[in-house]
C-alpha cells in the first residue's frame, strides 16, 4: 500500500527526532538536562489551573467554531494592552498556534504557492506546509549578523509570482532574533510593493530582554488587508499542554474564509479556552519578574558558550533560544553522540540539532538550538557538561 | 489582496450557516429547539468532569505527539472491550476525530488524489478535503432505501487511477444508518481489489438500536494494511468540547507518516486527553440507559415525522440522526422560513437543510437532517412545532 507523497516527503521533528537516544539514554539511568524542547518549567499560573478546577457545566459542549465569546472579549482586551487594537470578530481562536499557522497559510496560499520566510525558521512551518502543497522559500540569515533580515534586495529577489506572503517570527524561533521596528515596518514595505500577506508569529511577545520594546506586525499603519497575526497562549502562560491559540486580522474576506477552515473542525478545546481567558487579567507583576528570570538564563547560557573556543553567536535579545554555530561538522553527530556516549555524573545534556531549522539543504549543520527554559542551577550544570563533553568531542575527532 | 482558491472553494458548514437566522430569531424572543447540530444535552459523565477539577501538575506541558501514554494504554483497554486488538503505538490520539480524518486524508492522498465517500456524508469531509487538495467521489445513497451501499459495480465504477481510498461513516452521520457485518467485509473486499484503504470513521459506534452489534472496519481479517480508523470521544461521552480523537492503524509505515503528521502540530491537549482517558473504564451501566434512552428518542422523531404526508424516511438503526426526505422544493427555505416566519407559543424548531451533505449537485435539496439530541418533552414539543409548520409552510407554497 502506498503513502502519498506528502507523508513520504513531511519532515520527522528535528526537535523530536533524537528521542529514542534519550529514552535509551535514561534506561542506562542517565539523567538529561533537556535545552532541546521549548518546554518552559515556569509554573503555570494559578489562575488557569483554577479555571479547570472550577469548571462547572454540566454538558462539556462544543463552542462556537471561532472561540468562545468571553475568551474573543478577553483577548481584545489583551491585545489592547499590547498597543493592538482588535474587534471581536477580527479574533478567531484556535488549537494553538499550530492550527493558526495551518488555517493562515491555507487562506493565502493555493497549491504550488509560495511562502518567504527567513531561514532558520520554526522548523514545524515545513510540516504545514508539507501538508498544504505550499513551498516555503527561505531567505538565508547568518549566525555572524545575529540572524538579523537581509538587505530589501535580498529578500525581494525571492520573490516570484506564486509568492503570496512574507512568514516571520518575532521575537524568533530558533534564533532568539528581535526585530526592530524598522525591520518590520521594512517587510511590511515589501509586502505592499509586491502585494502579499505578512504572516507574523508573535507567540514570544513577551520574551524581550534589556527593556526593549515589541513591534507586532499589527502596529503598521495602512497595512491592514496585508497583516495576519498568529499567537499562542503556550509560552506566554507556561501552558503549552492547554493547546490555545489564535488568527487575527483586520481583513474581514480573509477572516470570513478562515471562519470556514474553522467551521470545518468545529471548535477549539472549550475548558482549555476559558483557562487561558483565565490568564487575560496577568500583567507587569506576572511578566516583569519572568523576563528578568529568562533574562537571567539566557545570560547564563551565553556566557558559558562564549567560553567555547570558535563558537558563533550574537547574544539574541528575546524569545528562549540560542542558535549557536560550533566547530563541529555535523551537530546531529555532536547531539547524539552526547546522548549515547557522554555523561559526567550520570549526567548529560540534549540541544536540537539546527539542519532541520533550514530549507536550503546543507546549511545549519554545525548549529544547535539551545533553549534555556530550565532553572539557572539546572542550566549551569548543562552548560558545565555542554563545554566538557565539546571539548571532549572535539578531542575524539581531531 | 487575493485569498487562495482553496479558501473560495471550501464550503460553508450547512450546519452552522443558517445560525445568523436563529441569533436574530432569539433576538426577538423566540425559543428554538435545535435539532440541526449533533451536541448531545446527556451530561458528561462525573469522571471525566472530576478529572479537569483534579489536574494537578505545576507546569501544563506539551504531552507526547501521539498522545499521553496513560491514555493510549486506556484506549487499548477500551478498543479491546470493542472486540478490535490493537497496541499503543497503533493508537495516534488527535485534537478531536477532525484531525483524525485530516490526518488519514493526508496521509493517503497527495494533491488531486479521490477518496470514494457514499453521500449525503459528514460535511465537513469537504472542508478537510479541500484543505488538503483532495477530491471527494460521491457514491450516492438514497432515502428511499434507508441509505443503504449500492451494489459492488456501483461503487466500482467510481474507482480511478487517483483513488486511494473508501471512506465510511458507520454509523452513518448524516444518515443514521448502520453498515451490517457484510456491508464492511463488502466494502473492505472492494478496497482489496482496488488497492485502496478504507478510512473508517465509528465515532458513533456505541449508538446502535434494537440490540444490533457494531461492526469495524478493524474487525475484517487479513486488512491490516488497508484498514485505517478514525474515532472521537465527543459523542460517546458527551464531550464535543474535549476535541479528543485518535487515528488507528496496524499499518506501521502509514502510522509512522501519520506520526510525523502529529509531530507538526506538537500534542493533543493535554488536560483533555485525561479527562477522555477517565471514561475508559465506564460500561454497560453508562452505555445501556444511554442507548435506550436515545431509541426512544429516534423512535418519537420518527413517528413523528410518519405522521406528516409524503414523508419518505427510512427508520434507521444508528447515531443520533435521522435524515428525511420532505415534499417541498427547498430545505434551506423552509428551515429559515420557520426561523424567520413561524412560532408556536414563542417557540420553533431548527433542522440542517442537507443540501451541504451531498458532493454531487443539486442533491439533498429536499431533504433535511434532524439530531435527537433533546430530552423526549423537548422533543415532542420540537416535532409537533415541526408538523405544524410544515402544514402552514406547505399552505403558503401551494
Known amino acids: 500500500m502506498k503513502l502519498s507523497q506528502r507523508a513520504l516527503e513531511i519532515q520527522a521533528s528535528p526537535i523530536r527526532k533524537l528521542m529514542p537516544h534519550a529514552v535509551a539514554a535514561k534506561k542506562r539511568g542517565i539523567k538529561i538536562y533537556h535545552l532541546n524542547i521549548g518546554q518552559p518549567d515556569i509554573p503555570t499560573p494559578q489562575p488557569?489551573?483554577?479555571?479547570?478546577?472550577?469548571?462547572?457545566?454540566?454538558?462539556?459542549?462544543?463552542?462556537p467554531s471561532q472561540?468562545?465569546?468571553?475568551?474573543?472579549?478577553?483577548?481584545?482586551?489583551?491585545?489592547?494592552?499590547?498597543?493592538?487594537?482588535?474587534?471581536?470578530?477580527?479574533?478567531?481562536?484556535?488549537?494553538?498556534?499550530?492550527?493558526?499557522?495551518?488555517?493562515?497559510?491555507?487562506?493565502?496560499?493555493?497549491?504550488?504557492?509560495?511562502?518567504?520566510?527567513?531561514?532558520?525558521?520554526?522548523?514545524?512551518?515545513?510540516?504545514?506546509?508539507?501538508?498544504?502543497?505550499?513551498?516555503?522559500?527561505?531567505?538565508?540569515?547568518f549566525a555572524e549578523t545575529g540572524f538579523q533580515l537581509p538587505s530589501d534586495a535580498e529578500i525581494?529577489?525571492?520573490?516570484?509570482?506564486?509568492?503570496?506572503a512574507i512568514m516571520v517570527c518575532n521575537p524568533g524561533n530558533p534564533t532568539g532574533t528581535v526585530y526592530s521596528r524598522e525591520d518590520i515596518f521594512r517587510i511590511a514595505a515589501i509586502a505592499k510593493k509586491h502585494g502579499l500577506y505578512v504572516i507574523s508569529d508573535e507567540v514570544y511577545r513577551e520574551f524581550l530582554y534589556e527593556g526593549l520594546s515589541h513591534t507586532s506586525i499589527m502596529h503598521v499603519p495602512d497595512f491592514e488587508e496585508n497583516a495576519i497575526l498568529v499567537d499562542s497562549v503556550s509560552k506566554r502562560y507556561s501552558a503549552c499542554g492547554a493547546r490555545i491559540g489564535c488568527i487575527a486580522s483586520k481583513n474581514k474576506p480573509l477572516m470570513e474564509a478562515a471562519l470556514k477552515f474553522a467551521q470545518a473542525r468545529l471548535c477549539p478545546p472549550t475548558v482549555d479556552q476559558l483557562a487561558a481567558n483565565a490568564c487575560v487579567p496577568l500583567a507587569d507583576e506576572f511578566f516583569v519578574p519572568l523576563i528578568a528570570e529568562y533574562q537571567a538564563r539566557r545570560d547564563l547560557v551565553y556566557d558559558a558558550l562564549m567560553q567555547i573556543p570558535g563558537v558563533v553567536c550574537v547574544k539574541p535579545q528575546g524569545a528562549f533560544y540560542i542558535l549557536v554555530k560550533l566547530p563541529v561538522a555535523d551537530c546531529e553527530d555532536f547531539v547524539t553522540w552526547l546522548l549515547n556516549e557522554f555523561s559526567i555524573d550520570g549526567e548529560t545534556v540534549m540541544g536540537a540539532p539546527a539542519e532541520g531549522f533550514y530549507a536550503t539543504p546543507g546549511l545549519g549543520r554545525n548549529e544547535m538550538r539551545l533553549a534555556y527554559v530550565l532553572n539557572k542551577d539546572d542550566l549551569a550544570k548543562a552548560m558545565h557538561i555542554f563545554a566538557k563533553g565539546f571539548e571532549a568531542y572535539k578531542k575524539l575527532s581531531s
Open 48 to 63: 488557569m489551573l483554577d479555571a479547570y478546577h472550577s469548571f462547572s457545566d454540566k454538558v462539556l459542549a462544543y463552542g
Open 67 to 141: 472561540g468562545l465569546d468571553i475568551y474573543r472579549q478577553g483577548l481584545v482586551e489583551y491585545y489592547a494592552k499590547c498597543g493592538i487594537q482588535l474587534a471581536e470578530n477580527e479574533i478567531i481562536v484556535t488549537t494553538a498556534g499550530s492550527e493558526a499557522i495551518t488555517f493562515a497559510m491555507m487562506v493565502v496560499c493555493g497549491v504550488g504557492d509560495e511562502i518567504l520566510v527567513p531561514e532558520p525558521f520554526y522548523t514545524n512551518y515545513n510540516g504545514f506546509a508539507t501538508m498544504a502543497g505550499i513551498t516555503l522559500k527561505p531567505v538565508t540569515t
Open 156 to 164: 525581494e529577489a525571492r520573490v516570484t509570482p506564486r509568492t503570496k
